[in-house]
């Protein structure tokens, strides 16, 4: 059974991610360095360290986190941009990825 309206356009496939290869280095590094600071959260724990070192460097990684989605947001805005001025933006892939950035 259909559970699409009948006027209904079909989901689009995922766009992929392209992006200026300067940017797409400076996002790559980002999560580089998130790696090595999620790995540092693990050794604190195995190691005991103080539960105030531990919220301290996870405080840190939410935040670089949340900065590395604005970044890829602030892309997918920028292609969103250029297609809305070419006249084939869809305003519900841009509300979806919205909501998906503030989480």
Known sequence: MD??????????ASVPFAIDPAEK?????RLKRLEGQVRGLQRMVD???SCREILTLLSGVRSA?????DAVLE???RRC?????AGSGEVGDLLAAVKLARG
């Not at 559970?3 to 689009?12: C, F, Q, S």
């Not at 280095?25 to 590094?29: D, F, T, W």
Request: proline share 13%.
């Open 47 to 49: 190691e005991e360290r």
């Open 3 to 12: 559970t699409m309206p009948p006027n209904a356009d079909p989901p689009r």
């Open 25 to 29: 280095k400076r996002i790559l590094n």
């Open 75 to 77: 892309n997918y805005l």
């Open 65 to 69: 986190l949340d900065a590395t989605g």
């Open 81 to 85: 941009q250029a297609d809305f001025e």
